[in-house]
């Protein structure tokens, strides 16, 4: 398969035509509630994306949930068994899958009640957030963020990747965070999210996006 043709575009535009492109979507399983993935790493900021998009939903009288995945960590004493800097670790033992299908999949299958739990965990003071649960009404949606979100077997209705080249990866990474950069080589490896996904955006120049819609 030849190279993916991508178009420049502005975040404003691009909030706006995938906030346009989710007004029709229809989850396969019928659920009511659409859900959304914005995968990237945290250099790429998929998580400004899917603000983005949910303001532009709520202009068009859509309601949406916004959820990081940086909510959902393991507890440090699981999450840093292998020590703070193991690229294994982060890749396959970071994100509390478990709890992300109990308290925000789960809710949002068909028969649901709709009652998501926004976060579940604070990886700063390593404490859980107690944070209220919120219902999300039909025809609500999910516009879930995070890194390495394309390898699980989430039940994504749309996906959207974030993609950053290896040298805008390294570049806009903090120096404290490169030990996590063979995570998203591999990730690239075993999964090319730049491929599956529904919506390519390339990000390398933050100013200038380009996408394949």
Known sequence: ?????????????????????????????????????????????????????????????RPSLVVGTEGFLRPASVRLEHGHRDPDSYYEGWLDTGALWREVFGPLEPGGDGRVL??????????????????LPPGGMLLLHGPLLLRHWFPFDLTVHVLLSPGALRRRTPESEHWTLPAFERYEAETAPATVADVLIRADDPRHPAWNG
Do not use: K, N
């Open 118 to 135: 926004p976060d579940l965990w604070d990886q700063d003071t390593d404490r859980a957030t107690r944070s209220p649960y919120v219902r």
């Open 1 to 61: 398969m030849g190279p993916v043709r991508l178009e420049a575009i502005t975040w404003e535009r691009l909030g706006d035509l995938l906030a346009d492109r989710l007004l029709d979507l229809e989850p396969d399983d019928g659920s009511p509630w659409p859900r959304i993935a914005f995968d990237g790493a945290p250099a790429a900021r998929a998580g400004d994306l899917a603000q983005r998009v949910s303001d532009a939903l709520r202009i068009r009288g």
